[in-house]
């Protein structure tokens, strides 16, 4: 939340604390409930926190779980960047051609209603139960959707500031960079954190699957053992560290968008004090 502008410093510093307070009562709240359940169901059936966390510590003094949480997140990250690699581009061509928006448009929506598990078994079959499979099935399965994030980003760029940047003959790099850039970021920062979310979602699915690494095939080790405590210990580490790479997401997208909470006249000041300006 945005102080206002006639705020005095103790309200600012009010905002801020209560910006602060609600995230944390969020997390409480999670482990109230975790907490709860376990009572209500028996931590033989719904384990609690500390039966978790002594189980993770227990895995984490053996030192083999570094090995499964690492070789997720290189197939999580791996998919994610080859999907972004080749959405983002086809996205913003989509956006700025109707006709090849119209033409994929049916491909487009295979891809978006086609079942999931689908695309993974088939990958397993015609390539085999190996990296390659996994890797190229999952970026295929976030591909749809960075498609189509990215077209809408695209076609809601408001083309009024296009005619002014011309007006002002303002260079194509410059027009990139001041123009078509800061309105686009929003939907690129925002499409990288869902495809990050979906990405290793469907990497742990397809390692129960077909994989005998990573914390997919030990999540389905241990449920085949019946030990609630193991699936887990292995779901809290990989949501801990995929959450740790979503805040700096969020991090790096706030500082990109910063200048939106700066008040318009210190933004042309800032930009004519460093030349900028058309």
């Given at each position: 939340m945005r102080p206002a502008a006639g705020a005095t410093p103790a309200s600012q510093r009010a905002v801020r604390a209560g910006g602060r307070l609600w995230p944390l009562l969020g997390g409480l709240s999670l482990l109230i409930v975790w907490q709860g359940l376990s009572l209500l169901l028996g931590a033989q059936t719904f384990p609690g926190l500390s039966d978790t966390l002594g189980f993770l510590w227990t895995q984490l003094q053996k030192g083999s779980i570094w090995g499964h949480v690492g070789i997720t997140l290189w197939r999580v990250l791996l998919s994610f960047g080859l999907?972004?690699?080749?959405?983002?581009p086809l996205g913003w061509g989509l956006g700025v051609s109707a006709r090849a928006s119209a033409f994929l448009g049916p491909w487009l929506?295979?891809?978006?209603?086609?079942?999931?598990?689908?695309i993974?078994?088939?990958a397993y079959l015609l390539i085999g139960l190996n990296e390659r499979a996994i890797v190229l099935a999952?970026?295929?399965?976030?591909?749809?959707?960075?498609?189509v994030q990215v077209r809408e980003g695209v076609r809601g760029l408001d083309h009024r500031l296009d005619d002014l940047a011309r007006a002002f003959r303002l260079s194509r790099p410059k027009h990139w960079r001041y123009v078509t850039l800061p309105q686009l970021?929003?939907?690129?920062?925002?499409?990288?954190?869902v495809t990050l979310s979906l990405a290793w979602k469907m990497v742990v699915f397809g390692e129960v699957f077909g994989r005998?690494?990573?914390?997919?095939y030990m999540i389905a080790f241990y449920f085949q053992q019946?030990?609630?405590r193991g699936i887990l210990a292995y779901g809290l580490l990989m949501t801990l560290a995929?959450?740790?790479?979503?805040?700096?997401?969020?991090?790096?997208?706030?500082?990109?968008?910063?200048?939106?909470?700066?008040?318009?006249?210190?933004?042309?000041?800032?930009?004519?004090?460093?030349?900028?300006?058309?």
């Amino acid at each position: 939340m945005r102080p206002a502008a006639g705020a005095t410093p103790a309200s600012q510093r009010a905002v801020r604390a209560g910006g602060r307070l609600w995230p944390l009562l969020g997390g409480l709240s999670l482990l109230i409930v975790w907490q709860g359940l376990s009572l209500l169901l028996g931590a033989q059936t719904f384990p609690g926190l500390s039966d978790t966390l002594g189980f993770l510590w227990t895995q984490l003094q053996k030192g083999s779980i570094w090995g499964h949480v690492g070789i997720t997140l290189w197939r999580v990250l791996l998919s994610f960047g080859l999907a972004l690699l080749l959405g983002v581009p086809l996205g913003w061509g989509l956006g700025v051609s109707a006709r090849a928006s119209a033409f994929l448009g049916p491909w487009l929506a295979v891809g978006l209603t086609l079942p999931r598990i689908l695309i993974l078994l088939a990958a397993y079959l015609l390539i085999g139960l190996n990296e390659r499979a996994i890797v190229l099935a999952i970026a295929l399965i976030l591909l749809p959707t960075v498609i189509v994030q990215v077209r809408e980003g695209v076609r809601g760029l408001d083309h009024r500031l296009d005619d002014l940047a011309r007006a002002f003959r303002l260079s194509r790099p410059k027009h990139w960079r001041y123009v078509t850039l800061p309105q686009l970021l929003p939907t690129l920062v925002g499409t990288a954190r869902v495809t990050l979310s979906l990405a290793w979602k469907m990497v742990v699915f397809g390692e129960v699957f077909g994989r005998t690494s990573g914390v997919g095939y030990m999540i389905a080790f241990y449920f085949q053992q019946f030990e609630m405590r193991g699936i887990l210990a292995y779901g809290l580490l990989m949501t801990l560290a995929l959450s740790l790479i979503d805040g700096l997401l969020a991090l790096a997208g706030a500082r990109l968008l910063r200048w939106r909470a700066e008040p318009p006249g210190a933004v042309q000041q800032g930009a004519v004090q460093q030349g900028e300006g058309p």
